[in-house]
């Protein structure tokens, strides 16, 4: 197993995406970090008491940068291979599929663990460097910060079942690209106009704001609690990779 987890190692970094796909979330986030902390130091913020709040924004912008650039390396990473068939001899080197599968699994839910860590970490510098005096690291703060850790590693890994799943970096993309920013607002309103608009919580995106909001909300509608929302994400991995997974053992690599 620790073969094919370096030798998927490997195949990532000798390409030249997976660090052009980082460099988005980093910009973004470090001047949005940067912009929000600075607004947060304005006297009119701080009479009013909310600057710990205006500076968090920063970070959440951060979050979503993240989660989408690191679920669109997700799904180019798995389906790269299947696209260009050179996942052939990585299937007839090793003793079966599964292995094959489980580590390329593993190696990109690791780089979009790494995503996250870097650009969270870039936009809380950002925050400090332009929030002196108005922006201090909280629990709140930290827990944001990990739980933003945790939800960009389980959209990567949403992104890598689709690329599983469609066996085309493009099509797995564009499906994240539209869901995420587009998509998911538009099905929230169409299950409003149908009167259900409490099946939107168990929504993919409405789960992820529910598991940052740490609490924050209460459990009800629109929103599932912090725990709840957590289940809910890890089940849409569990869905995707798995149906990606099950597609790719089937799948004729001749």
């Given amino acids: 197993m620790n073969g094919l987890l370096q030798s998927e190692v490997r195949k990532v970094t000798s390409l030249k995406f997976w660090w052009a796909l980082l460099i988005a979330p ?5 001047f949005a970090s940067a912009i929000y902390a600075s607004i947060a130091s304005s006297s009119s913020v701080t009479e009013l008491g909310i600057e710990g709040e205006i500076s968090m924004v920063g970070l959440f912008v951060t979050i979503a ?17 299947l696209r260009h068939h050179t996942i052939t001899t990585s299937f007839l080197s090793s003793s079966g599929r599964s292995g094959v599968i489980g580590a390329k ?16 970490v870039i936009s809380v510098i950002s925050m400090l460097l332009f929030g002196i005096g108005t922006f201090e690291i909280t629990g709140f703060v930290v827990e944001v910060f990990f739980l933003g850790l945790l939800v960009t590693t389980v959209w990567t890994v949403i992104g890598a079942g689709l690329g599983l799943l469609f066996a085309s ?11 995420i920013p587009v998509g998911e607002s538009i099905v929230v309103a169409i299950l409003s106009g149908l009167d259900v608009q409490p099946l939107a919580q168990f929504l993919p995106g409405m789960s992820t704001i529910s598991t940052l909001a740490a609490g924050s909300i209460e459990d009800g509608d629109p929103f ?21 997974w099950l597609r790719t053992q089937q799948r004729d690599i001749a």
């Avoid at 940068?65 to 799904?75: E, R």
């Avoid at 970096?169 to 869901?179: I, R």
């Avoid at 289940?231 to 990779?241: D, E």
């Fill in 26 to 30: 980093v910009v973004i986030g470090g």
């Fill in 65 to 81: 940068a993240t989660t989408l650039f690191a679920a669109v390396f997700g799904a180019v990473n798995a389906a790269g291979e």
């Fill in 105 to 120: 699994l593993a190696v990109t839910a690791l780089f979009g663990l790494a995503y996250a860590l870097v650009a969270q």
């Fill in 169 to 179: 970096p493009t099509w797995a993309a564009v499906t994240l690209v539209v869901w």
């Fill in 224 to 244: 599932l609690g912090s725990v709840a929302g957590t289940v809910v994400l890890f089940v849409w991995a569990i869905v995707f990779g798995g149906a990606g």
